[in-house]
């Protein structure tokens, strides 16, 4: 099975390893649900395609899961989900990444002190909580741009204060203006 996570832009796809490899025999939902993907790809129905891109889905979500429960995952947006503390505030950043966040909105997500959490942070996650979160809200707003929106509107929708800060981080991180972004793959 293969999943496209967007490319190299988005966080997660640094945070996996190459490959997540898991007996079936040791996780009965993940042979169950197996099972379902093979006997939609065995048995041609109205639907099929559509079941087995849900439950592909599904599969790599508890993949995901198992692989930061086993410890199979280093530095990165992995490693930060799976920290008892650190986990709330990256879930905040994914969940509402216009928001002006300020370290200490963050620290106290994680009820953690100042030095303690961006030491922790920069430790597991592999960079400050800043630049994980400019970083992020540059690969949702490439993702947008891609869908046909504006810069402006991009812009306004991952956070930053102007289309013009919004395209210097892009050209900065990507290579290439926003507006160059339907033609990049």
Known sequence: MKVDFGGNANPLVGALPDELCFSLADDLQLRELSKLIVAEV???????????????????????????AVGTVDAGLLAGLAHPKLHVSLIAMHDDPARN???????????????????????????????????????????QLRSGRSVKVVAAMVGFGSA??????????????PTQSKSQH
């Open 101 to 143: 966040w300020q370290i200490a909105d963050l620290m106290a997500l994680a009820e953690m002190s100042r030095g303690p959490f961006i030491a922790a942070f920069k430790q597991t996650v592999g960079q400050s909580p800043g630049a994980y979160l400019n970083g992020w809200r540059l690969a949702l707003g490439r993702a």
């Open 42 to 68: 065995n048995v041609a129905r109205c639907g099929g395609a559509s079941i087995r891109a849900r439950l592909s889905e599904v599969v790599v979500v508890l993949a995901i899961r198992k692989a930061i």
């Open 164 to 177: 013009a800060a919004f395209s210097r981080a892009f050209s900065r991180k990507f290579g290439y203006p």
